[in-house]
């Protein structure tokens, strides 16, 4: 497996082997020598699957206690995959990056801890699986705007659908610091 470095520390794009004929494919999806060779989490908590039709867009979400980091992948269908550093003393702070994952191209991206992450489906419909390092805790649930222009994601096209919860985010400039995740350094 390839692990390529974004513009973020620690936000990475994994690019599994893929062993593939007439008959179809075969790939590792995460394997614990794997992954924890390139100091990926070798243990999650939590493995979720959903599905959604195109231009849904879902996010930017994440937990300010008991932070989620994310291993994501798309098993059927393509998106545009998004995560935004939020730690509220990182020197990244606000910044993101955004990587295509389909079907087709295999790629999955890891998310530490302490990044909002959002996802926009570009094909007729998508399913999404991803493994977190912690699991969901509805009291630390909480979003920030999709469209804050702080942040600027250049989302590839318009979204069709969105949540009234994500319609309501905040923009990240708006957030109490105490229900952001810290940078731990």
Known sequence: ?????????GVVVIEPQVHGDERGFFQESWKISSYGNHGLPVAFAQ???????????????????????????VLEGRIFDVAVDI???????????GVELSADNHRQLFIPEGFAHGFLVLSASALFHYHCTTEYAPQYDAAVAWN??????????????????DIDAPFLRDVPVERLPGFEK
């Not at 497996?1 to 520390?9: A, C, P, Q, R, S």
């Not at 195109?54 to 992948?73: A, D, E, N, T």
């Not at 730690?87 to 990056?97: C, N």
Request: charged residues 20%.
């Open 47 to 73: 493995a979720n699957i959903s599905r959604s039709a195109k231009g849904v867009l879902r996010g930017l979400h994440y937990q300010f206690r008991q932070p989620q980091g994310k291993l994501v992948s």
């Open 87 to 97: 730690r509220h003393d990182s020197t990244t702070f606000a910044q993101w990056v």
């Open 148 to 165: 804050d222009p702080d942040i600027a994601v250049q989302w590839p096209c318009q979204p069709e659908a969105v949540s009234a919860k």
């Open 1 to 9: 497996m390839k692990v390529l470095e974004t513009g973020l520390v």
